[in-house]
Protein backbone atom coordinates (compact mmCIF):
# COMPACT_ATOMS: atom_id res chain seq x y z
CA UNK A 1 0.00 0.00 0.00
CA UNK A 2 2.58 2.58 1.24
CA UNK A 3 4.94 1.51 -1.56
CA UNK A 4 2.14 2.60 -3.87
CA UNK A 5 1.64 5.73 -2.75
CA UNK A 6 5.40 6.17 -2.89
CA UNK A 7 5.24 5.52 -6.44
CA UNK A 8 2.20 8.02 -7.00
CA UNK A 9 3.80 10.91 -4.44
CA UNK A 10 5.77 11.74 -7.83
CA UNK A 11 2.65 11.29 -10.04
CA UNK A 12 1.24 13.71 -7.72
CA UNK A 13 3.17 16.43 -7.44
CA UNK A 14 3.67 17.08 -11.27
CA UNK A 15 -0.04 17.03 -11.60
CA UNK A 16 -0.01 20.27 -8.99
CA UNK A 17 3.00 21.44 -10.94
CA UNK A 18 1.82 21.58 -14.20
CA UNK A 19 -1.74 22.27 -13.07
CA UNK A 20 0.18 26.18 -12.09
CA UNK A 21 3.04 26.48 -14.65
CA UNK A 22 0.69 24.65 -17.58
CA UNK A 23 -0.87 28.72 -18.52
CA UNK A 24 2.38 30.34 -18.30
CA UNK A 25 3.73 27.54 -20.35
CA UNK A 26 1.25 27.78 -23.14
CA UNK A 27 1.09 31.46 -23.13
CA UNK A 28 5.36 31.44 -23.91
CA UNK A 29 5.34 28.82 -26.33
CA UNK A 30 2.38 30.53 -28.02
CA UNK A 31 4.53 33.32 -28.59
CA UNK A 32 7.06 31.77 -30.53
CA UNK A 33 3.75 30.97 -32.30
CA UNK A 34 4.56 31.20 -36.54
CA UNK A 35 1.39 31.95 -37.53
CA UNK A 36 -1.49 34.60 -36.57
CA UNK A 37 -3.35 32.88 -34.18
CA UNK A 38 -2.09 31.86 -30.31
CA UNK A 39 -3.71 28.08 -30.79
CA UNK A 40 -2.70 24.60 -32.12
CA UNK A 41 -1.04 23.51 -34.27
CA UNK A 42 2.23 25.15 -33.04
CA UNK A 43 4.14 26.17 -36.17
CA UNK A 44 7.06 28.42 -34.79
CA UNK A 45 8.98 28.81 -33.93
CA UNK A 46 9.01 32.61 -34.81
CA UNK A 47 10.22 35.53 -32.69
CA UNK A 48 7.97 37.73 -35.36
CA UNK A 49 5.62 38.33 -32.83
CA UNK A 50 8.36 39.35 -30.22
CA UNK A 51 9.71 41.77 -33.04
CA UNK A 52 6.06 43.35 -33.67
CA UNK A 53 6.06 44.14 -29.81
CA UNK A 54 9.00 45.95 -30.20
CA UNK A 55 7.78 47.72 -33.16
CA UNK A 56 5.14 48.83 -31.51
CA UNK A 57 5.50 52.40 -29.92
CA UNK A 58 2.44 52.28 -27.66
CA UNK A 59 3.64 48.86 -25.90
CA UNK A 60 7.26 50.04 -25.75
CA UNK A 61 6.10 53.34 -24.16
CA UNK A 62 3.87 51.70 -21.48
CA UNK A 63 6.34 49.00 -20.91
CA UNK A 64 8.55 52.55 -19.81
CA UNK A 65 5.73 54.01 -18.23
CA UNK A 66 5.24 50.26 -16.31
CA UNK A 67 9.38 50.38 -15.18
CA UNK A 68 9.48 54.26 -14.35
CA UNK A 69 6.31 53.26 -12.03
CA UNK A 70 7.59 50.47 -10.75
CA UNK A 71 11.43 52.24 -9.87
CA UNK A 72 9.77 54.66 -8.10
CA UNK A 73 6.76 53.56 -6.35
CA UNK A 74 8.99 50.88 -5.02
CA UNK A 75 11.88 53.60 -3.63
CA UNK A 76 9.38 55.06 -1.91
CA UNK A 77 7.55 51.96 -0.12
CA UNK A 78 10.44 50.60 0.70
CA UNK A 79 11.64 54.03 2.47
CA UNK A 80 8.22 54.61 4.41
CA UNK A 81 8.24 50.38 4.87
CA UNK A 82 11.53 50.25 6.77
CA UNK A 83 10.91 53.72 8.78
CA UNK A 84 7.55 52.39 10.09
CA UNK A 85 9.44 49.37 11.29
CA UNK A 86 12.38 50.42 12.37
CA UNK A 87 9.93 53.27 14.46
CA UNK A 88 8.13 50.76 15.68
CA UNK A 89 10.78 47.91 16.59
CA UNK A 90 13.16 50.40 18.61
CA UNK A 91 10.38 53.02 19.90
CA UNK A 92 8.43 52.43 22.78
CA UNK A 93 5.08 54.01 21.10
CA UNK A 94 1.75 54.17 22.55
CA UNK A 95 -0.50 51.30 20.62
CA UNK A 96 2.29 49.49 19.56
CA UNK A 97 0.19 46.26 18.33
CA UNK A 98 -2.58 48.43 16.96
CA UNK A 99 -0.36 50.34 14.88
CA UNK A 100 1.71 47.16 13.79
CA UNK A 101 -2.16 45.94 12.66
CA UNK A 102 -3.04 49.29 11.08
CA UNK A 103 0.04 49.26 9.28
CA UNK A 104 0.18 44.89 7.84
CA UNK A 105 -3.57 45.25 7.24
CA UNK A 106 -3.90 47.05 4.07
CA UNK A 107 -2.27 43.32 2.77
CA UNK A 108 -5.67 41.66 3.44
CA UNK A 109 -7.62 44.71 1.27
CA UNK A 110 -8.98 44.03 -2.12
CA UNK A 111 -6.63 46.13 -4.71
CA UNK A 112 -10.33 46.59 -6.31
CA UNK A 113 -11.11 48.52 -2.85
CA UNK A 114 -8.09 50.62 -1.89
CA UNK A 115 -8.62 51.69 -6.26
CA UNK A 116 -11.57 52.30 -6.07
CA UNK A 117 -11.07 54.39 -3.15
CA UNK A 118 -8.19 56.19 -4.41
CA UNK A 119 -10.25 56.75 -7.40
CA UNK A 120 -12.29 58.65 -5.58
CA UNK A 121 -10.27 60.87 -3.55
CA UNK A 122 -8.28 61.72 -5.94
CA UNK A 123 -12.04 62.98 -8.00
CA UNK A 124 -12.54 64.82 -5.09
CA UNK A 125 -9.20 66.19 -4.80
CA UNK A 126 -9.29 67.55 -8.19
CA UNK A 127 -5.88 65.30 -8.82
CA UNK A 128 -5.36 64.42 -12.76
CA UNK A 129 -4.91 60.39 -13.06
CA UNK A 130 -1.60 59.74 -14.59
CA UNK A 131 1.59 58.05 -13.69
CA UNK A 132 1.47 60.01 -10.58
CA UNK A 133 -0.95 58.35 -8.97
CA UNK A 134 -0.63 54.93 -10.33
CA UNK A 135 2.63 55.45 -8.63
CA UNK A 136 0.87 56.39 -5.31
CA UNK A 137 -1.65 53.81 -5.81
CA UNK A 138 1.46 50.75 -5.64
CA UNK A 139 2.75 52.71 -3.01
CA UNK A 140 -0.63 51.43 -1.22
CA UNK A 141 0.19 48.19 -1.56
CA UNK A 142 3.69 47.80 -0.93
CA UNK A 143 4.11 50.14 1.87
CA UNK A 144 2.85 47.40 4.18
CA UNK A 145 4.68 44.23 2.92
CA UNK A 146 8.06 46.00 2.69
CA UNK A 147 7.01 47.13 6.74
CA UNK A 148 5.85 43.48 7.27
CA UNK A 149 9.25 41.87 6.07
CA UNK A 150 11.52 44.35 7.21
CA UNK A 151 9.80 44.63 10.51
CA UNK A 152 10.35 40.84 10.75
CA UNK A 153 14.29 40.70 10.37
CA UNK A 154 14.30 43.83 12.69
CA UNK A 155 14.89 41.15 15.87
CA UNK A 156 17.47 41.19 19.13
CA UNK A 157 20.43 40.43 17.19
CA UNK A 158 20.14 44.36 15.04
CA UNK A 159 19.00 45.58 18.60
CA UNK A 160 21.68 44.65 20.44
CA UNK A 161 24.45 45.89 17.28
CA UNK A 162 22.48 48.78 17.31
CA UNK A 163 23.05 49.55 21.25
CA UNK A 164 26.82 48.68 20.98
CA UNK A 165 27.05 51.01 18.25
CA UNK A 166 25.43 53.89 20.50
CA UNK A 167 27.67 52.93 22.92
CA UNK A 168 30.45 53.40 20.95
CA UNK A 169 29.49 56.96 20.23
CA UNK A 170 27.48 56.73 16.94
CA UNK A 171 25.06 59.25 16.64
CA UNK A 172 21.33 58.71 15.03
CA UNK A 173 22.53 59.40 11.44
CA UNK A 174 25.94 57.20 11.56
CA UNK A 175 23.43 54.69 13.19
CA UNK A 176 21.27 54.29 10.88
CA UNK A 177 23.40 54.84 7.51
CA UNK A 178 26.26 52.62 8.98
CA UNK A 179 24.76 49.96 11.04
CA UNK A 180 20.97 49.50 10.67
CA UNK A 181 20.33 50.25 7.01
CA UNK A 182 23.78 47.86 5.76
CA UNK A 183 22.84 44.82 8.53
CA UNK A 184 19.40 45.17 6.73
CA UNK A 185 20.60 45.76 3.05
CA UNK A 186 19.24 42.17 1.98
CA UNK A 187 16.02 42.54 3.32
CA UNK A 188 15.73 45.83 1.99
CA UNK A 189 17.08 44.80 -1.50
CA UNK A 190 14.82 41.56 -1.45
CA UNK A 191 11.35 43.77 -0.34
CA UNK A 192 12.50 46.11 -3.06
CA UNK A 193 12.47 43.62 -5.92
CA UNK A 194 9.71 41.74 -4.03
CA UNK A 195 7.52 45.23 -4.44
CA UNK A 196 8.68 46.24 -7.92
CA UNK A 197 7.57 42.64 -9.44
CA UNK A 198 4.16 43.40 -7.84
CA UNK A 199 3.82 47.12 -8.90
CA UNK A 200 5.33 45.87 -12.90
CA UNK A 201 2.26 43.58 -13.13
CA UNK A 202 -0.25 45.23 -11.63
CA UNK A 203 -3.84 45.65 -13.09
CA UNK A 204 -6.62 46.73 -11.33
CA UNK A 205 -5.26 49.94 -9.69
CA UNK A 206 -3.17 50.98 -12.70
CA UNK A 207 -6.34 50.74 -14.65
CA UNK A 208 -8.45 52.50 -12.32
CA UNK A 209 -6.12 55.49 -11.74
CA UNK A 210 -4.70 55.87 -15.24
CA UNK A 211 -5.73 57.86 -18.04
CA UNK A 212 -3.60 59.09 -21.10
CA UNK A 213 -0.14 57.13 -19.52
CA UNK A 214 -0.72 53.52 -19.31
CA UNK A 215 1.38 50.74 -17.41
CA UNK A 216 2.13 47.53 -19.23
CA UNK A 217 -0.96 45.68 -18.12
CA UNK A 218 -3.35 48.17 -18.77
CA UNK A 219 -2.33 48.54 -22.53
CA UNK A 220 -1.95 44.78 -22.75
CA UNK A 221 -5.54 44.70 -21.43
CA UNK A 222 -6.90 46.81 -24.28
CA UNK A 223 -4.82 45.15 -26.70
CA UNK A 224 -6.88 41.83 -25.69
CA UNK A 225 -10.14 43.69 -26.69
CA UNK A 226 -9.34 43.07 -30.37
CA UNK A 227 -9.22 39.48 -29.99
CA UNK A 228 -6.36 37.57 -28.93
CA UNK A 229 -3.46 37.10 -31.20
CA UNK A 230 0.32 35.81 -30.69
CA UNK A 231 1.47 39.33 -29.79
CA UNK A 232 -0.08 39.61 -26.85
CA UNK A 233 1.81 36.62 -25.59
CA UNK A 234 4.42 37.67 -26.40
CA UNK A 235 3.97 40.82 -24.25
CA UNK A 236 3.23 38.94 -21.24
CA UNK A 237 5.80 36.55 -21.58
CA UNK A 238 7.98 39.98 -21.25
CA UNK A 239 6.31 40.59 -17.94
CA UNK A 240 6.52 37.36 -16.94
CA UNK A 241 10.34 37.27 -17.81
CA UNK A 242 11.17 40.43 -16.10
CA UNK A 243 8.64 39.54 -12.33
CA UNK A 244 11.21 35.88 -12.76
CA UNK A 245 13.82 37.45 -12.78
CA UNK A 246 13.18 39.90 -9.92
CA UNK A 247 11.78 37.72 -7.49
CA UNK A 248 15.01 35.32 -8.43
CA UNK A 249 17.07 38.24 -7.50
CA UNK A 250 14.93 38.78 -4.57
CA UNK A 251 15.00 35.26 -3.50
CA UNK A 252 18.95 35.04 -3.76
CA UNK A 253 19.43 37.61 -1.36
CA UNK A 254 17.05 36.40 1.07
CA UNK A 255 18.32 32.90 1.07
CA UNK A 256 22.02 34.07 1.43
CA UNK A 257 20.63 35.79 4.64
CA UNK A 258 19.76 32.87 5.88
CA UNK A 259 22.24 30.80 5.24
CA UNK A 260 24.90 33.66 6.60
CA UNK A 261 22.38 33.31 9.72
CA UNK A 262 22.44 29.97 10.16
CA UNK A 263 26.64 30.16 10.33
CA UNK A 264 26.28 33.00 12.28
CA UNK B 1 43.04 55.60 30.95
CA UNK B 2 40.85 54.60 34.07
CA UNK B 3 39.08 55.83 36.58
CA UNK B 4 37.38 55.09 39.94
CA UNK B 5 33.81 54.68 39.95
CA UNK B 6 31.43 55.91 42.85
CA UNK B 7 27.78 54.44 43.14
CA UNK B 8 26.05 56.70 45.68
CA UNK B 9 22.52 55.43 46.72
CA UNK B 10 21.65 53.88 43.71
CA UNK B 11 18.01 52.64 43.78
CA UNK B 12 15.94 51.38 40.66
CA UNK B 13 12.72 50.17 40.44
CA UNK B 14 11.01 48.79 37.14
CA UNK B 15 7.01 49.34 37.80
CA UNK B 16 6.81 48.46 41.31
CA UNK B 17 9.40 45.91 41.55
CA UNK B 18 12.75 46.95 43.42
CA UNK B 19 15.50 46.07 41.06
CA UNK B 20 18.16 47.80 43.26
CA UNK B 21 17.65 49.15 46.81
CA UNK B 22 20.28 51.80 47.95
CA UNK B 23 23.59 50.46 46.39
CA UNK B 24 26.48 52.22 47.99
CA UNK B 25 30.00 51.05 46.37
CA UNK B 26 32.91 52.57 45.12
CA UNK B 27 35.45 50.66 43.11
CA UNK B 28 39.32 51.85 42.55
CA UNK B 29 40.68 52.51 39.73
CA UNK B 30 42.22 50.32 37.78
CA UNK B 31 40.61 47.34 39.62
CA UNK B 32 38.70 44.20 38.15
CA UNK B 33 35.82 44.25 40.16
CA UNK B 34 33.12 41.68 39.59
CA UNK B 35 29.15 41.53 40.32
CA UNK B 36 28.52 38.35 41.64
CA UNK B 37 24.68 37.18 41.82
CA UNK B 38 21.97 34.75 41.17
CA UNK B 39 20.08 35.62 38.46
CA UNK B 40 17.47 38.65 39.39
CA UNK B 41 19.82 40.03 41.98
CA UNK B 42 20.28 42.97 39.84
CA UNK B 43 23.60 42.87 38.79
CA UNK B 44 22.87 43.41 35.18
CA UNK B 45 20.40 46.53 35.99
CA UNK B 46 23.36 47.55 37.85
CA UNK B 47 25.52 47.02 34.92
CA UNK B 48 23.31 49.42 32.96
CA UNK B 49 23.35 51.95 35.06
CA UNK B 50 26.90 52.62 34.81
CA UNK B 51 26.60 51.77 30.80
CA UNK B 52 24.52 54.45 30.80
CA UNK B 53 21.51 52.01 29.28
CA UNK B 54 18.99 53.09 32.09
CA UNK B 55 18.77 56.17 34.70
CA UNK B 56 18.12 55.13 37.99
CA UNK B 57 15.06 56.14 39.93
CA UNK B 58 17.37 57.51 42.69
CA UNK B 59 21.22 58.43 43.31
CA UNK B 60 23.90 58.73 41.26
CA UNK B 61 26.69 57.51 39.36
CA UNK B 62 30.09 59.56 39.40
CA UNK B 63 33.37 58.45 37.39
CA UNK B 64 36.59 60.20 38.92
CA UNK B 65 34.24 62.23 41.10
CA UNK B 66 32.24 63.94 38.34
CA UNK B 67 28.59 63.06 38.07
CA UNK B 68 27.37 60.45 35.24
CA UNK B 69 24.53 59.89 36.13
CA UNK B 70 22.49 60.99 33.40
CA UNK B 71 25.31 61.33 30.74
CA UNK B 72 24.14 59.26 27.58
CA UNK B 73 25.96 55.92 26.83
CA UNK B 74 27.76 57.46 23.53
CA UNK B 75 29.27 60.30 25.99
CA UNK B 76 30.21 58.45 28.74
CA UNK B 77 33.52 57.17 29.14
CA UNK B 78 32.15 53.67 29.52
CA UNK B 79 31.78 51.02 27.02
CA UNK B 80 30.09 47.71 27.47
CA UNK B 81 30.92 44.40 26.00
CA UNK B 82 27.78 42.57 25.62
CA UNK B 83 26.81 38.99 26.41
CA UNK B 84 25.97 37.93 22.84
CA UNK B 85 28.86 39.53 21.31
CA UNK B 86 27.30 42.24 19.12
CA UNK B 87 29.80 42.15 16.25
CA UNK B 88 28.74 44.36 13.31
CA UNK B 89 27.95 41.38 10.98
CA UNK B 90 28.51 43.27 7.46
CA UNK B 91 31.65 44.82 8.53
CA UNK B 92 35.45 43.29 8.32
CA UNK B 93 37.43 43.08 11.91
CA UNK B 94 39.15 45.97 11.17
CA UNK B 95 35.88 48.30 10.79
CA UNK B 96 34.68 46.52 13.91
CA UNK B 97 37.44 47.69 16.10
CA UNK B 98 37.73 50.53 14.07
CA UNK B 99 34.03 51.53 14.37
CA UNK B 100 34.52 53.03 18.21
CA UNK B 101 37.65 55.55 16.76
CA UNK B 102 35.84 56.32 13.67
CA UNK B 103 32.70 58.01 15.51
CA UNK B 104 35.24 60.02 17.37
CA UNK B 105 36.85 61.25 13.84
CA UNK B 106 39.59 59.02 13.66
CA UNK B 107 41.16 58.97 10.38
CA UNK B 108 41.59 55.68 7.87
CA UNK B 109 45.84 55.14 8.90
CA UNK B 110 44.57 55.61 12.42
CA UNK B 111 41.95 53.60 12.68
CA UNK B 112 43.88 50.63 11.01
CA UNK B 113 46.79 51.55 12.69
CA UNK B 114 44.27 51.28 16.10
CA UNK B 115 42.68 48.04 14.49
CA UNK B 116 46.17 46.31 14.38
CA UNK B 117 47.19 46.94 17.66
CA UNK B 118 44.04 45.76 19.53
CA UNK B 119 44.08 42.45 17.34
CA UNK B 120 47.40 41.66 18.39
CA UNK B 121 46.27 43.06 22.22
CA UNK B 122 43.83 39.90 21.72
CA UNK B 123 46.00 37.40 20.04
CA UNK B 124 44.33 37.67 16.57
CA UNK B 125 46.87 39.25 14.72
CA UNK B 126 46.21 39.06 10.77
CA UNK B 127 42.86 38.90 11.24
CA UNK B 128 41.84 42.31 10.21
CA UNK B 129 39.95 41.28 6.82
CA UNK B 130 37.93 38.74 8.38
CA UNK B 131 34.26 38.85 9.00
CA UNK B 132 32.54 37.96 12.15
CA UNK B 133 30.87 35.21 11.18
CA UNK B 134 34.05 32.90 10.09
CA UNK B 135 35.07 33.37 14.00
CA UNK B 136 34.73 30.86 16.42
CA UNK B 137 32.62 32.11 19.25
CA UNK B 138 35.69 32.46 21.55
CA UNK B 139 37.18 34.83 18.74
CA UNK B 140 34.35 36.61 18.63
CA UNK B 141 35.08 37.40 22.25
CA UNK B 142 37.72 38.78 21.85
CA UNK B 143 36.82 40.92 19.04
CA UNK B 144 34.45 42.10 20.73
CA UNK B 145 37.01 42.46 23.43
CA UNK B 146 39.28 44.58 21.17
CA UNK B 147 36.38 46.47 19.73
CA UNK B 148 35.03 48.00 23.07
CA UNK B 149 39.12 48.51 24.01
CA UNK B 150 39.79 50.59 21.00
CA UNK B 151 38.08 53.81 22.42
CA UNK B 152 40.44 53.77 25.25
CA UNK B 153 37.43 53.76 27.82
CA UNK B 154 37.97 54.44 31.01
CA UNK B 155 35.86 51.74 32.45
CA UNK B 156 34.66 48.71 30.52
CA UNK B 157 31.87 46.75 31.57
CA UNK B 158 31.38 43.35 30.94
CA UNK B 159 27.28 41.46 30.69
CA UNK B 160 28.11 37.72 31.72
CA UNK B 161 30.45 37.81 28.57
CA UNK B 162 31.60 34.21 28.91
CA UNK B 163 28.83 32.67 29.74
CA UNK B 164 27.97 31.24 25.86
CA UNK B 165 31.19 29.51 26.23
CA UNK B 166 32.31 25.98 27.03
CA UNK B 167 34.33 25.25 30.11
CA UNK B 168 38.03 24.79 29.00
CA UNK B 169 37.70 28.26 26.71
CA UNK B 170 36.17 30.08 29.47
CA UNK B 171 39.15 29.31 31.68
CA UNK B 172 41.40 30.20 29.50
CA UNK B 173 39.30 33.69 28.50
CA UNK B 174 39.23 34.03 32.01
CA UNK B 175 43.45 34.37 32.59
CA UNK B 176 43.08 36.43 28.87
CA UNK B 177 40.65 38.98 30.67
CA UNK B 178 42.61 38.87 33.67
CA UNK B 179 46.10 39.66 32.05
CA UNK B 180 44.61 42.53 29.46
CA UNK B 181 43.23 44.04 31.99
CA UNK B 182 46.70 44.44 33.53
CA UNK B 183 48.18 45.32 30.84
CA UNK B 184 45.86 48.08 29.91
CA UNK B 185 44.70 49.44 32.96
CA UNK B 186 41.12 50.11 32.65
CA UNK B 187 38.97 49.76 35.32
CA UNK B 188 37.15 46.21 34.24
CA UNK B 189 33.35 45.76 35.51
CA UNK B 190 32.43 41.83 35.36
CA UNK B 191 28.86 40.84 36.16
CA UNK B 192 28.72 36.87 36.12
CA UNK B 193 26.87 34.46 38.41
CA UNK B 194 29.58 31.62 38.37
CA UNK B 195 31.91 32.13 41.45
CA UNK B 196 34.37 30.21 40.67
CA UNK B 197 34.80 32.81 37.71
CA UNK B 198 34.94 35.39 39.89
CA UNK B 199 37.29 33.89 41.99
CA UNK B 200 39.59 33.67 38.85
CA UNK B 201 39.29 37.00 37.97
CA UNK B 202 38.19 39.17 40.65
CA UNK B 203 40.82 42.57 42.45
CA UNK B 204 37.18 42.41 44.52
CA UNK B 205 33.76 40.92 44.43
CA UNK B 206 30.64 42.30 45.01
CA UNK B 207 28.32 39.72 45.89
CA UNK B 208 24.54 41.19 45.21
CA UNK B 209 21.30 39.53 46.07
CA UNK B 210 17.94 40.76 45.66
CA UNK B 211 18.68 44.13 44.68
CA UNK B 212 21.33 44.75 47.77
CA UNK B 213 24.92 44.24 48.24
CA UNK B 214 25.57 41.96 50.38
CA UNK B 215 29.45 42.09 50.79
CA UNK B 216 31.99 43.85 48.70
CA UNK B 217 35.35 43.04 49.33
CA UNK B 218 38.47 40.99 48.05
CA UNK B 219 37.98 37.11 47.06
CA UNK B 220 39.47 36.16 51.17
CA UNK B 221 37.48 38.20 52.81
CA UNK B 222 34.62 37.24 51.22
CA UNK B 223 35.31 33.45 51.72
CA UNK B 224 36.73 33.60 54.74
CA UNK B 225 34.99 36.38 56.73
CA UNK B 226 31.88 36.59 54.97
CA UNK B 227 29.42 39.21 56.50
CA UNK B 228 26.24 37.78 55.36
CA UNK B 229 24.80 34.39 55.65
CA UNK B 230 24.48 34.56 51.39
CA UNK B 231 27.63 35.74 51.01
CA UNK B 232 29.09 32.80 52.61
CA UNK B 233 26.66 30.46 50.93
CA UNK B 234 27.06 31.90 47.64
CA UNK B 235 30.66 32.04 47.65
CA UNK B 236 31.94 28.62 47.88
CA UNK B 237 30.50 25.59 49.80
CA UNK B 238 30.10 26.36 53.25
CA UNK B 239 28.32 24.28 56.16
CA UNK B 240 25.81 26.64 58.72
CA UNK B 241 24.74 25.41 61.86
CA UNK B 242 21.84 27.33 63.39
CA UNK B 243 22.41 28.31 67.10
CA UNK B 244 21.26 31.17 70.07
CA UNK B 245 23.55 33.97 71.01
CA UNK B 246 23.26 33.34 74.99
CA UNK B 247 25.93 35.79 76.51
CA UNK B 248 28.93 38.11 75.00
CA UNK B 249 31.24 40.22 77.59
CA UNK B 250 33.94 42.10 76.21
CA UNK B 251 35.98 39.45 73.56
CA UNK B 252 34.37 36.41 73.36
CA UNK B 253 30.53 35.48 72.76
CA UNK B 254 28.80 32.34 74.40
CA UNK B 255 26.75 29.99 72.09
CA UNK B 256 24.47 27.21 72.05
CA UNK B 257 24.16 25.52 69.34
CA UNK B 258 23.69 22.07 68.03
CA UNK B 259 27.67 21.36 68.15
CA UNK B 260 27.37 22.09 72.21
CA UNK B 261 28.45 25.38 74.19
CA UNK B 262 30.52 27.25 72.31
CA UNK B 263 32.79 30.06 73.36
CA UNK B 264 34.20 31.68 70.54
CA UNK B 265 36.17 35.25 70.10
CA UNK B 266 34.45 38.43 69.16
CA UNK B 267 36.59 38.52 66.18
CA UNK B 268 34.05 35.20 64.58
CA UNK B 269 31.37 37.74 64.35
CA UNK B 270 32.45 39.20 60.68
CA UNK B 271 28.78 40.27 60.06
CA UNK B 272 29.13 43.05 62.80
CA UNK B 273 28.34 42.98 66.42
CA UNK B 274 25.42 39.90 67.49
CA UNK B 275 23.54 40.41 70.89
CA UNK B 276 22.49 37.88 73.63
CA UNK B 277 19.36 35.95 72.51
CA UNK B 278 19.79 36.70 69.11
CA UNK B 279 19.58 33.81 66.71
CA UNK B 280 22.84 33.29 64.37
CA UNK B 281 23.95 30.86 61.77
CA UNK B 282 27.24 29.30 62.39
CA UNK B 283 29.49 29.28 59.05
CA UNK B 284 32.23 26.84 58.64
CA UNK B 285 33.58 25.67 55.20
CA UNK B 286 34.05 21.62 54.05
CA UNK B 287 38.06 22.08 54.78
CA UNK B 288 38.15 23.24 57.91
CA UNK B 289 36.73 19.91 59.13
CA UNK B 290 39.75 17.87 60.15
CA UNK B 291 39.39 13.69 60.37
CA UNK B 292 42.96 12.89 61.26
CA UNK B 293 44.10 10.51 64.15
CA UNK B 294 45.30 13.34 65.81
CA UNK B 295 43.01 16.31 66.18
CA UNK B 296 44.18 19.76 66.38
CA UNK B 297 44.35 21.73 69.15
CA UNK B 298 41.57 24.44 69.04
CA UNK B 299 39.37 21.83 67.53
CA UNK B 300 35.66 20.86 68.21
CA UNK B 301 35.24 16.79 68.45
CA UNK B 302 32.51 15.56 67.51
CA UNK B 303 31.32 11.65 66.49
CA UNK B 304 29.42 11.55 63.08
CA UNK B 305 28.30 8.57 60.56
CA UNK B 306 29.19 8.68 57.02
CA UNK B 307 26.08 9.09 54.96
CA UNK B 308 28.28 9.20 51.46
CA UNK B 309 30.87 10.39 49.82
CA UNK B 310 32.37 11.21 45.96
CA UNK B 311 36.01 11.38 44.86
CA UNK B 312 36.27 15.42 43.50
CA UNK B 313 39.69 14.09 42.33
CA UNK B 314 41.63 16.81 45.33
CA UNK B 315 39.21 15.20 48.05
CA UNK B 316 36.53 13.10 48.84
CA UNK B 317 33.31 15.25 49.34
CA UNK B 318 31.89 13.33 52.36
CA UNK B 319 28.14 13.87 53.74
CA UNK B 320 28.42 13.61 57.24
CA UNK B 321 25.70 13.08 60.43
CA UNK B 322 25.70 13.44 63.69
CA UNK B 323 23.10 12.57 66.39
CA UNK B 324 21.13 12.21 63.38
CA UNK B 325 19.98 15.62 63.10
CA UNK B 326 23.07 17.50 62.20
CA UNK B 327 24.07 17.02 58.97
CA UNK B 328 27.27 18.67 57.18
CA UNK B 329 29.59 18.56 54.23
CA UNK B 330 33.37 17.51 54.83
CA UNK B 331 36.00 17.58 52.62
CA UNK B 332 38.52 14.44 52.96
CA UNK B 333 41.67 13.53 51.94
CA UNK B 334 42.52 12.48 48.69
CA UNK B 335 44.26 8.99 50.01
CA UNK B 336 41.25 8.32 52.71
CA UNK B 337 39.31 5.56 51.82
CA UNK B 338 35.19 6.07 52.83
CA UNK B 339 33.32 3.56 53.59
CA UNK B 340 29.35 4.66 53.73
CA UNK B 341 27.90 4.24 57.12
CA UNK B 342 31.30 4.02 59.01
CA UNK B 343 31.55 6.16 62.44
CA UNK B 344 34.23 8.94 62.15
CA UNK B 345 35.89 11.36 64.44
CA UNK B 346 35.81 14.96 62.90
CA UNK B 347 37.23 17.73 64.29
CA UNK B 348 35.73 21.58 63.47
CA UNK B 349 38.48 24.02 63.56
CA UNK B 350 37.57 26.47 66.00
CA UNK B 351 39.20 29.93 64.27
CA UNK B 352 37.44 28.80 61.38
CA UNK B 353 34.22 29.10 62.67
CA UNK B 354 32.02 33.00 61.89
CA UNK B 355 28.88 33.99 63.43
CA UNK B 356 26.50 35.81 61.48
CA UNK B 357 22.78 36.85 62.16
CA UNK B 358 20.03 35.31 60.52
CA UNK B 359 18.17 37.79 58.74
CA UNK B 360 14.57 38.34 59.67
Given at each position: MSALLNRLAPLYAAFIYAFIYLPVGVLVLF?????????????GPSLKWYREVLADEDLVEAMINSLFVAVGSSAVAVILGFLAAYGLARYLLPARGLQRALLTA?????YLVIGLGLLMLFNQLGVPRSLLTIGIGHVVLNAPLCFAILYSQMGDHQANAERAARDLGAGEWQLLCLVSVPMLAPSILASYLLSMTFSWDEFIVAFLLSRFDVTLPVEIFSMLRSGLNPKTNAAGSLVFLLTLGAVILAELFIFRRATRRGRA | MTARIGIESVSHRFGTF????HIDLSIEAGRFAVLL?????GKTTLLSILGGFLVPSEGRVTLDGVD????QPAKRATTTMFQDYA?????TLADNIGFGPRMRGADRMERHRRADEMLTLVG????????????SGGQRQRVALARALAVEPDVLLLDE??????LNLRRQMQDELKAIQRRVGTTFVHVTHDQEEAMAIADEIVVMNAGKVEHAGSPESIY?????LFAAGFMGEANTVFATVVGRDADTLQIDSPLGALSLPMSAATGGAVSAGQRVGLCFRPEHVSVNVSLPANSLPLRTRLADHAFFGTHHRARLVCDDTLEFIAHLPQEATPVSGETINVGILRSAIVVLPVPA
Amino acid sequence: MSALLNRLAPLYAAFIYAFIYLPVGVLVLFSFQGGRFPILPFNGPSLKWYREVLADEDLVEAMINSLFVAVGSSAVAVILGFLAAYGLARYLLPARGLQRALLTAPLTVSYLVIGLGLLMLFNQLGVPRSLLTIGIGHVVLNAPLCFAILYSQMGDHQANAERAARDLGAGEWQLLCLVSVPMLAPSILASYLLSMTFSWDEFIVAFLLSRFDVTLPVEIFSMLRSGLNPKTNAAGSLVFLLTLGAVILAELFIFRRATRRGRA
Amino acid sequence: MTARIGIESVSHRFGTFAALEHIDLSIEAGRFAVLLGPSGCGKTTLLSILGGFLVPSEGRVTLDGVDVTRQQPAKRATTTMFQDYALFPHMTLADNIGFGPRMRGADRMERHRRADEMLTLVGLEGMQSRKPHELSGGQRQRVALARALAVEPDVLLLDEPLGALDLNLRRQMQDELKAIQRRVGTTFVHVTHDQEEAMAIADEIVVMNAGKVEHAGSPESIYLAPKTLFAAGFMGEANTVFATVVGRDADTLQIDSPLGALSLPMSAATGGAVSAGQRVGLCFRPEHVSVNVSLPANSLPLRTRLADHAFFGTHHRARLVCDDTLEFIAHLPQEATPVSGETINVGILRSAIVVLPVPA
